[in-house]
């Protein structure tokens, strides 16, 4: 995997490229989806409801960041004190790295909703190469496996 991702390097002898080009494209994503993961994680995001409330609040912090900004960078148009200048500007920073920060995690949110219905095709068409490809399942028991599995996913929209 670390040959994959670049750390490694590539003439080691056991290096086997990825033969599907969604698992290489996986393997260019990875910090991406790790940032999502994360994201679902920390925010405890299960639902879709749960993201858009998510959406919704991390907008509603962007406004309120932004207006903040908006009135100290007011405050030092009139200022002529140095040492208020100065303090004024960090002050400018510090908004500044707070919606940095806040436009990131709504960026990750919605590159979750963009992968979402990706992901899950690209875990069905897996599920379904294994099927095929298993020799000690039946015809009967692929049909069964496939069905029992259909609803379920059907039900995490």
Do not use: W
Not at 51 to 57: D, H, N
Request: aromatic share 4%.
């Amino acid at each position: 995997m670390a040959i994959v991702l670049g750390i490694a390097p590539m003439y080691e002898k056991e290096y086997q490229q990825p033969l599907s080009a969604e698992c290489r494209e996986a393997c260019r994503r990875l910090d991406r989806y790790t940032a999502e993961v994360t994201l679902v994680c920390r925010e405890h995001l299960e639902t879709p409801q749960d993201l858009q409330a998510f959406i919704a609040r991390i907008n509603t912090e962007i406004d309120e960041v932004s207006a903040t900004r908006n009135k100290v960078r007011n405050k030092q148009r009139n200022c002529t004190d140095p040492q208020r200048m100065a303090e004024l500007k960090k002050q400018c920073a510090a908004c500044t790295a707070v919606l940095t920060d806040l436009r990131k995690k709504k960026k990750t949110a919605y590159d979750i909703i963009e992968d979402h219905p990706k992901l899950r095709e690209l875990l069905e068409s897996e599920f379904e190469a294994r099927l095929e490809n298993d020799p000690y399942l039946s015809e009967r028991e692929k049909s069964a496996l496939r069905h029992e599995t259909a609803p379920a996913r059907e039900e995490k929209h």
